[in-house]
């Protein structure tokens, strides 16, 4: 998952956090309402599906704290189990890496959720300056960042537990399937995929790109950045014509193929998931 390398644009960051402000507070509907109908719980008794985990110590307990106290990562299994049937458990496992790399685990069949990815997170939102973070955005950046994380890792269990069949680097599909499961949300999660891209071209200005990173399996981060923001403009061009030109995040050219992309990582993931969803994403 780790946000390394690329080029990005500190302006989408302002304008994922705006976003945010308005988005995530007024939004939460489709997705919310399924969650809340059929909340799940996080323990021992459920035998399939995603689940949360805490395994973490008192050094830790910054970032325990802000996850548990908004129920980021439980949401984002709700989310999860409401929209795909999984007979696996499939935990996401709250613990200190050493370092800030969440990642699916094959070998034990966990997400392994870095505590250390949680105050990177935070760390990078509060140092990207008071003018880039409206009042009552940080918060909502992140959380919306931190659930990004949670389905892109979720998409890798599903790939791999699921003996999922796809074409192209797994690594785009899974960011593929996080988009859809943000946009899905409606405004709040277009909001939160804007977030993501933020996030992304921020992580893109922290490092120069050098060699090793063009051998990587995950696309640059600047790339990563612009496809979040082409997958939110081509599912609802009409909302986010501020997207495209100058100024915005989506070249004109790209902005053309931008729907038939949304459409595409859809219904890719529609098409590997028959038989497995709940409803339609």
């Given at each position: 998952m780790?946000?390394?390398?690329?080029n990005?644009?500190r302006?989408?960051?302002?304008?994922?956090?705006?976003?945010?402000?308005?988005?995530c507070?007024?939004?939460?509907?489709?997705?919310?309402?399924?969650g809340?109908?059929?909340?799940?719980t996080?323990?021992?008794d459920s035998?399939?599906?995603?689940?949360?985990?805490?395994?973490?110590g008192?050094?830790?307990?910054r970032?325990?704290?802000?996850?548990?106290?908004?129920?980021?990562?439980e949401?984002?299994?709700?989310?999860?189990?409401?929209t795909v049937?999984?007979?696996?458990?499939?935990p996401?496992?709250?613990?200190?890496?050493g370092?800030?790399?969440?990642?699916?685990d094959?070998?034990?069949?966990?997400?392994?959720?870095?505590?250390?990815h949680?105050?990177?997170?935070?760390?990078?939102?509060?140092?990207?300056?008071r003018?880039?973070?409206?009042?009552?955005?940080a918060?909502?950046?992140?959380?919306?960042?931190?659930e990004?994380?949670?389905?892109?890792?979720?998409?890798?269990?599903?790939?791999?537990?699921?003996?999922?069949h796809?074409?192209?680097?797994?690594?785009?599909v899974?960011d593929?399937?996080?988009?859809?499961?943000?946009?899905?949300?409606?405004?709040?999660?277009?909001?939160k995929?804007?977030?993501?891209?933020?996030?992304?071209?921020?992580s893109?200005?922290?490092?120069?790109?050098?060699e090793?990173?063009?051998?990587?399996?995950?696309?640059?981060?600047?790339?990563?950045?612009?496809n979040?923001?082409?997958?939110?403009?081509?599912a609802h061009?009409?909302?986010?014509?501020?997207?495209?030109?100058?100024?915005?995040q989506?070249?004109?050219?790209?902005?053309?193929?931008?729907?038939?992309?949304?459409?595409?990582?859809?219904?890719?993931?529609?098409?590997?998931?028959?038989?497995?969803?709940?409803h339609?994403?």
């Amino acid at each position: 998952m780790g946000r390394r390398t690329g080029n990005g644009t500190r302006a989408l960051l302002t304008l994922a956090l705006a976003a945010a402000v308005t988005g995530c507070t007024a939004g939460e509907d489709t997705a919310d309402a399924r969650g809340t109908a059929a909340r799940r719980t996080h323990g021992k008794d459920s035998a399939g599906g995603f689940a949360v985990q805490y395994r973490t110590g008192d050094k830790a307990a910054r970032a325990t704290d802000y996850l548990r106290s908004r129920r980021i990562l439980e949401k984002a299994a709700d989310r999860l189990n409401d929209t795909v049937k999984v007979p696996h458990r499939i935990p996401f496992v709250v613990r200190s890496c050493g370092a800030p790399e969440p990642a699916y685990d094959p070998d034990t069949g966990a997400v392994d959720f870095c505590v250390e990815h949680v105050d990177e997170i935070r760390d990078r939102v509060a140092h990207a300056g008071r003018a880039a973070v409206p009042r009552g955005g940080a918060d909502a950046h992140v959380a919306a960042v931190l659930e990004e994380t949670a389905y892109h890792e979720g998409a890798h269990a599903l790939i791999d537990r699921l003996k999922l069949h796809f074409t192209g680097r797994e690594e785009d599909v899974a960011d593929q399937f996080a988009a859809v499961m943000l946009i899905d949300q409606g405004g709040a999660g277009d909001a939160k995929a804007l977030a993501a891209a933020a996030d992304y071209a921020l992580s893109a200005e922290e490092s120069p790109i050098d060699e090793t990173d063009l051998l990587d399996e995950h696309s640059l981060d600047g790339q990563r950045a612009a496809n979040y923001a082409c997958y939110v403009y081509g599912a609802h061009p009409a909302r986010h014509e501020g997207l495209v030109g100058d100024g915005g995040q989506v070249t004109e050219d790209r902005a053309e193929s931008c729907p038939e992309e949304w459409t595409q990582a859809r219904n890719g993931w529609q098409q590997l998931l028959v038989g497995r969803l709940k409803h339609h994403v």
